[in-house]
């Protein structure tokens, strides 16, 4: 039987909890899928696999569609610990039309659990 390690702690520099503004939702269809997105709806973090140099961390809809990813600046210390074994979460708290700037649109609230 495999017993499961305890998630890294998170350092004390990053915050557990924050908002951040998802980007990238002018891509393909990705703008499409704010029309299914309200508030309160938990989103899915899934991060790039660990052999990319600069690993992401990618927004999705709980259905598995890509919507976009967090900003370069978080992804830089979200996506190693993540792939380290710390999970997130993350809820929309608000979502606009498109006469909002597209990386504006989306506003989540995240959530770091070790």
Same mark, same amino acid.
């Given at each position: 039987?495999?017993?499961?390690?305890?998630?890294?702690?998170?350092?004390?520099?990053?915050?557990?909890?924050?908002?951040?503004?998802?980007?990238?939702?002018?891509?393909?269809?990705?703008?499409?899928?704010?029309e299914?997105?309200?508030?309160?709806?938990?989103?899915?973090?899934?991060?790039?696999?660990?052999?990319?140099?600069?690993?992401g961390? *990618?927004?999705?809809?709980p259905?598995?569609?890509?919507?976009?990813?967090?900003?370069?600046e978080?992804?830089? *210390?979200?996506?190693?610990?993540?792939?380290?074994?710390?999970?997130?979460?993350?809820?929309?708290?608000?979502?606009?039309?498109?006469?909002?700037?597209?990386?504006r649109?989306?506003?989540?609230?995240?959530?770091?659990?070790?």
């Amino acid at each position: 039987m495999r017993t499961r390690e305890k998630p890294p702690p998170l350092a004390p520099q990053h915050p557990r909890r924050f908002r951040a503004t998802v980007h990238g939702l002018v891509f393909g269809q990705r703008a499409s899928h704010l029309e299914r997105i309200h508030e309160g709806d938990e989103l899915l973090l899934i991060p790039d696999p660990p052999l990319d140099d600069d690993p992401g961390i *990618w927004v999705h809809l709980p259905d598995g569609d890509t919507v976009g990813h967090l900003p370069p600046e978080i992804e830089a *210390w979200l996506a190693p610990w993540m792939q380290r074994g710390g999970r997130a979460t993350a809820r929309a708290l608000r979502v606009s039309g498109a006469d909002v700037p597209s990386w504006r649109r989306l506003l989540i609230e995240v959530t770091c659990t070790a």
